[in-house]
Every structure is written in C-alpha cells, then in structure tokens.
C-alpha cells in the first residue's frame, strides 16, 4: 500500500464513511464511536482545503473540537446527551452545535459528488453552487451567501480537483459514488440523534 493510499485522499474518504455506515444500519441503533467519526470527518476536511477559499463558510473546522471531545467521550449519542444534561445543547461552542454543523459538511459533500457526477464539463461552479443552496444557505445570512458565491468563481476546476486527489475521471467518479452511498445512513444517523430527542436540525 505504501504511500499510495495516503496520497489519495478521496479513497480514505470513502473507505472510512463505509466503515460508518456499516454502524449506522445497524438495528437495533449501535452507538457510533465518536473518534472513528470525528477521524472520518478529518479527512472530508481535507477535500474541502482542495477545494479552496470558496468552501472556507463550510465549517469543517469543528471537527476539531469533536476530535478533541471524542479524547473523553467515547460515542456520539453520550456527546449529545451530556450537552442535554448540562442544557448546553445549542450553547455556542457546544459539542452539539458543532456535530450538527459538521453533519451539514457531510451532507454537502455528498451532494456536492452527487451534482458532479451528473454534470457535464470541467467547471464545479454549478456542482457547487446547488451543493451549497440545498444544505448551507438557508442557515446563512445575506453577508455570508454573497461572499460564497464571489469565492465560488475561484474554484478549480475538475480536471485540477481531481490531480490534487490523485485521482483520473474514473477512479474519482468510484469514490464519489462510494462516499454518495455510504454517506447517506451515516448523514440519517447523526440526524437521528437529534429529532429523536426533539433537539430539531434546522438552527
């Protein structure tokens, strides 16, 4: 394996959110360990730096404090139901707030791959531009959206994405489709974690 597999960064990606969604289709519901995810959303990081100044508003840079947290707190459910205890939930700086902001980085990328795949051409403004209005936008102010889309004209291109991952048109069109499907339980697990303790998504 060597060096190849650290050099691309789109395959650890996807190999880690399998290793996820393999826990979150569990029934009954498994207790997702909080540093397998924090680590997995470590790399999605990685693919937002690619991606440049445009996705700076992507918030990943909470996954730092799960990495930490997770230190001391082994699961995701025993992360939010200590913010619950402490009625820090949606406290800024919380664990919560911040695991609901990375969910959303998440589910940007997925439709972020989901748009690319289907989109013809080597621009990702387009790709980007409905990735960003489906998942980010509605929680953003007008200040917010109207600097993403000025950074969304500095994005690279595919063809320039795809040399930063190590990746040709084929094995990235692998990736993303593996990330796009295995992606989804994780995204409806961390959600879960929130409706089914009426804690909502949408602040």
């Given amino acids: 394996m060597g060096s190849s597999e650290a050099e691309k960064p789109l395959r650890r990606i996807a190999a880690s959110f399998e290793e996820l969604a393999a826990v979150a289709k569990q029934q009954p519901a498994a207790s997702m360990d909080a540093g397998a995810f924090s680590r997995a959303c470590s ?11 445009a996705f700076k508003f992507a918030e990943m840079d909470y996954v730092h404090d799960l990495v930490e947290a997770s230190k001391s707190i082994s699961t995701l459910p025993s992360m939010v139901e200590l913010d619950i205890q402490t009625d820090t939930v949606r406290k800024p700086g919380s664990h919560t707030r911040n695991l ?103 602040w």
């Avoid at 790399?43 to 100044?53: M, P, Q, R, T």
């Fill in 100 to 202: 609901l902001r990375v969910k959303r980085g998440i589910d940007m990328v997925k439709v972020l791959f989901e748009q690319i795949l289907v989109t013809e051409g080597n621009s990702l403004r387009d790709a980007a531009s409905v990735a960003y209005a489906q998942v980010f936008a509605p929680h953003h102010g007008w200040a917010i959206r109207k600097a993403v889309a000025a950074g969304m004209y500095a994005l690279p291109s595919k063809s320039q994405l795809l040399k930063k991952l190590n990746e040709d048109e084929e094995s990235a069109k692998v990736q993303m489709q593996n990330f796009v499907r295995s992606s989804a339980p994780v995204i409806c697990y961390v959600e879960d974690l929130f409706t089914s303790r009426n804690l909502g998504i949408d």
């Fill in 43 to 53: 790399n999605v990081s990685v693919l937002f730096g690619c991606l440049g100044i």
